[in-house]
């Protein structure tokens, strides 16, 4: 299960922090990927974190101002996000990929997996 929390309204320059808690992964490898829709567009892939040495993928967007990270004794993936634009507004997920080895930030961004756990999402709104 993968419960997503933290999202909200804020004004551009604003911050916000997300969080991604995940349950029954004790005992696997796994991955944290962040992805956003917005309204009329394709959901795109925005950061991701590896199960074990902790590299990370930002698309370009974003690279500067968010920030992924990885608390293991919580089983909780972090998205700081900083300096946040109107175009930054959409709905944001969280997935998780469980495995027997290691995965790579790269994985769970840009595959697909029968191992994928999505959260519900939040939504992210920063009014222009």
């Known amino acids: 299960q993968v419960e997503t929390s933290g999202g909200g309204l804020v004004q551009p320059g604003g911050s916000l922090r997300l969080s991604c808690a995940a349950s029954?992964?004790?005992?696997?490898?796994?991955?944290i990927g962040w992805f956003r829709q917005a309204p009329g567009k394709e959901r795109e892939e925005i950061s991701c974190?590896?199960?074990?040495?902790?590299?990370?993928y930002y698309t370009d967007s974003v690279k500067g101002r968010f920030t992924v990270s990885r608390d293991n004794s919580k089983n909780t993936g972090y998205l700081q996000m900083n300096s946040l634009k109107p175009e930054d507004t959409a709905r944001y997920y969280c997935k998780v990929r469980i495995g027997q080895w290691d995965i790579s930030a790269e994985e769970i961004c840009f595959q697909t997996s029968g191992d994928d756990f999505w959260g519900r999402g939040t939504q992210v709104t920063v009014p222009s």
């Open positions: 029954g992964v004790t005992g696997y490898y796994y991955a």
């Open positions: 974190i590896s199960s074990s040495d902790g590299t990370t």
